[in-house]
T-cell receptor, first 114, second 111 residues
Framework: GAVVSQHPSRVICKSGTSVKIECRSL??????MFWYRQFPKQSLMLMAT?????????EQGVEKDKFLINHASLTLSTLTVTSAHPEDSSFYIC??????????FGPGTRLTVL | QKEVEQNSGPLSVPEGAIASLNCTYS??????FFWYRQYSGKSPELIMS????GDKEDGRFTAQLNKASQYVSLLIRDSQPSDSATYLC???????????FGKGTTLSVSS
């Protein structure tokens, strides 16, 4: 299957700081990437759909000014958590769409906000 | 409200048995269906996709889809301890581009 990488895999930051997470498609071009968040023992919750060259589409309840998404190239999307707080601590996972349907996931980034 | 429902489990089966995982979805217009496996602390990995009514087999895995009943299942034959994980059902509806996930079923295979 297609390979999607994420960086960093784990980050610990202080409350009030901003954290950037990168998602890359390594062996294919992805016009559409997705960002999910997963709390312990919960399912993946879609945060936003990231489209190359255009603004991201956010799901209801997700603050677009807090979770900044940039998809500047066909292989890179970034998620910036601005002014992070402890309640933002979670497992953030990106995925990239291949073809019309199939999504491949990155390994995830575990964010801990102290 | 578009929903994907799964029994959270845990589903416990002995090694070598068949594990049966079930999923129902609410959007009758859904077009594509996926099963992902997620180990603790890891991201999901795709096991199978299915688009048409009936069965689709891939090795020890068989996906079954019944659109009339809005039901999709995953059978794992000859279950192994390494199959112990959370299995996520995902559905793409007619209008959406993203996948909607169920909460997952935790499978435990004992040796």
């Amino acid at each position: 299957g297609a390979v999607v990488s994420q960086h960093p895999s784990r980050v610990i930051c202080k409350s009030g700081t901003s954290v950037k997470i990168e998602c890359r498609s390594l062996d294919f071009q992805a016009t559409t990437m997705f960002w999910y968040r997963q709390f312990p023992k919960q399912s993946l919750m879609l945060m936003a759909t990231s489209n190359e060259g255009s603004k991201a589409t956010y799901e209801q309840g997700v603050e677009k000014d807090k979770f900044l998404i940039n998809h500047a190239s066909l292989t890179l999307s970034t998620l910036t958590v601005t002014s992070a707080h402890p309640e933002d601590s979670s497992f953030y996972i990106c995925s990239a769409r291949v073809g019309t349907d199939t999504q491949y996931f990155g390994p995830g980034t575990r964010l801990t906000v102290l | 409200q578009k929903e994907v429902e799964q029994n959270s489990g845990p589903l416990s089966v002995p090694e070598g048995a068949i594990a049966s995982l079930n999923c129902t979805y609410s959007d009758r217009g859904s077009q594509s269906f996926f099963w992902y496996r997620q180990y603790s602390g890891k991201s999901p990995e795709l096991i199978m996709s299915i688009y048409s009514n009936g069965d689709k087999e891939d090795g020890r895995f068989t996906a079954q889809l019944n659109k009339a009943s809005q039901y999709v299942s995953l059978l794992i034959r000859d279950s192994q301890p390494s199959d112990s994980a959370t299995y996520l059902c995902a559905v793409r509806n007619q209008a959406g581009t993203a996948l909607i996930f169920g909460k997952g079923t935790t499978l435990s295979v004992s040796s």
